[in-house]
């Protein structure tokens, strides 16, 4: 490795702190389009005149895509170079921000949000290991630390941006404008990566696993689509066939992952880490938590704007006790496992079910009051919900990956991420198609047709479910090997 490429030579203090400024700027970007349209979905739905599962589809598209080519991405950029594939992943996004923004129809939009996941997957990957190539070893914890405190602040600021930016409305762009939010800042990135990162030298290129990809979409797109589909179709008889293909194709990838390991080439996931009981204890720990918590914010979006009638800036901030507490907790969290361990998280997954039940004895009593003491009565709940998933989220793949032989931890993270955003999409698509069922209509009609007390019974019939998934964390959590064998 060079010494531009290491960042103890020929990058000095100044031009490394822009180097860190442009890969944060990527990553708030990244997270941001994960939470951001959460809050305008209301606004797409009503003005593309589209039901509640193709809003489902709009979210979950997004993340799915960006869960099947996350490892791809990665590889490509140790192939071909991680600052060559950054500048394209980030013209991609600028691009396919500009396209969603244009969507004439949801059906248009739900396929560049796929686009939009897929540049994600080429440009997010790219950012620790270029911060691994910047930074020289007594400068990389600090600015790993900022890399985690901007994941937060993604986690804050994507509903109360989005927010404001609906309810500005400049030029008559509404929801559209959370899409061209992107497009300056990445083609600004684009500019100043060019300049500013070292370069990178591509390194051995393995032949890519075409075969494990595709089976990876086909398991999860034959999962999701029909979560989200059927509840709005009566649960049609297609979807049946639709989850046996999904586990047939998990079946056939784990075939043609032995057989691209055996054969010495370089499977998306590696069999040997499945065997692994902590590892897979783990990626059930991942399933559990992040499904819960991020189906958890499409349905607070729905409940504050088409059941409280906030506006969408009411609605972000509204969201604004969740994301603090999960932000403050994070960053605490990273201390306190350094001196308590994993007892952290477990106490984090018991806070977090505290969290839902106050939640749900809060809005128990009957008829809410009016739309914004409603919103300031569930305050407590959010924060402590959010408080508790901080304490987790932070030090849980540190957690997993110490399970686990050295050797195999970059293989693992690969892994974990994967699978953390495939659950995301399954959040989304199962917690969305429950609150439907619950609430009995879809959310738009229901704002002219029923009470806000209709839209809370629905979100407490879901919580109970959170509170279930928060306790099933904890214990999957106590149940993890404290060290690799």
Not at 144 to 159: D, F, K, N, V, W
Not at 181 to 208: D, E, K, M, Y
Not at 265 to 277: D, N, Q, S, T
Not at 387 to 415: H, K
Request: glycine letters at 14%; one cysteine or more.
């Amino acid at each position: 490795m060079t010494g531009a490429e290491s960042g103890t030579g020929g990058t000095g203090h100044l031009p490394r702190r822009g180097a860190l400024a442009v890969l944060l700027a990527a990553t708030f970007m990244g997270i941001l389009d994960v939470l951001i349209v959460n809050v305008a979905a209301p606004s797409i739905q009503r003005d593309l005149r589209a039901g509640f599962s193709d809003i489902q589809l709009v979210i979950s598209g997004y993340v799915l895509a960006y869960a099947v080519g996350l490892t791809t991405g990665g590889r490509l950029g140790g192939a071909y170079g991680h600052k060559r594939v950054f500048v394209a992943g980030l013209l991609a996004f600028a691009v396919m921000s500009t396209a969603c923004a244009a969507a004439p129809g949801v059906d248009v939009l739900i396929v560049l949000r796929i686009g939009q996941g897929l540049a994600a997957a080429l440009m997010l990957p790219q950012v620790l290991a270029l911060i691994e190539t910047v930074f020289p070893p007594e400068e990389r914890p600090r600015a790993l630390a900022r890399y985690g405190a901007t994941l937060g602040l993604g986690a804050i600021a994507g509903q109360l941006l989005g927010g404001l930016l609906i309810d500005l409305d400049v030029l008559g762009l509404g929801w559209r404008s959370v899409f061209l939010v992107n497009v300056p800042v990445g083609l600004a990135a684009a500019a100043c990566a060019a300049v500013l990162l070292p370069p990178s030298r591509p390194g051995p290129r393995h032949r890519p696993d075409l075969a494990g990809l595709l089976l990876t979409a086909i398991a999860m797109t034959l999962l999701i689509y029909p979560l989200v589909r059927g509840g709005a179709g009566g649960w049609p008889p297609w979807i049946w066939p639709s989850f046996a293909g999904s586990v047939l194709a998990l079946a056939a990838l784990w075939r043609v992952e032995l057989r691209c390991a055996r054969s010495g080439g370089a499977p998306l996931v590696r069999p040997a880490l499945l065997r692994e009981r902590g590892f897979g204890l783990g990626l059930a720990v991942v399933v559990a938590f992040y499904s819960g918590n991020y189906g958890l914010f499409l349905l607070l979006a729905y409940v504050f704007q088409d059941g409280m009638h906030l506006s969408p800036l009411g609605s972000g901030t509204a969201f604004l006790p969740l994301g603090v507490g999960f932000a403050a907790a994070s960053m605490a969290g990273r201390r306190l496992v350094d001196r308590y361990g994993r007892n952290v998280l477990v106490a984090g997954a018991a806070v977090m079910a505290a969290g839902y039940l106050v939640l749900i004895v809060t809005l128990l009593p009957g008829p809410v009051p009016t739309a914004p003491l409603a919103a300031l009565a569930m305050a407590p709940a959010l924060l402590l919900a959010g408080a508790g998933g901080g304490l987790v989220a932070a030090p849980l793949v540190g957690s997993i990956l110490a399970t686990v032989p050295a050797e195999e931890a970059g293989a693992g993270s690969a892994v974990l991420l994967t699978v953390n955003q495939a659950a995301i999409s399954l959040g989304v698509a199962v917690f969305g198609t429950l609150f439907v069922a619950l609430l009995g209509t879809d959310p738009q009609d229901a704002a002219a047709s029923v009470s806000v007390t209709d839209f809370t019974d629905a979100l407490i019939g879901c919580s109970w479910f959170l509170m279930v998934l928060a306790v099933v964390t904890g214990l999957l959590i106590r149940c993890l090997p404290r060290r690799a064998r």
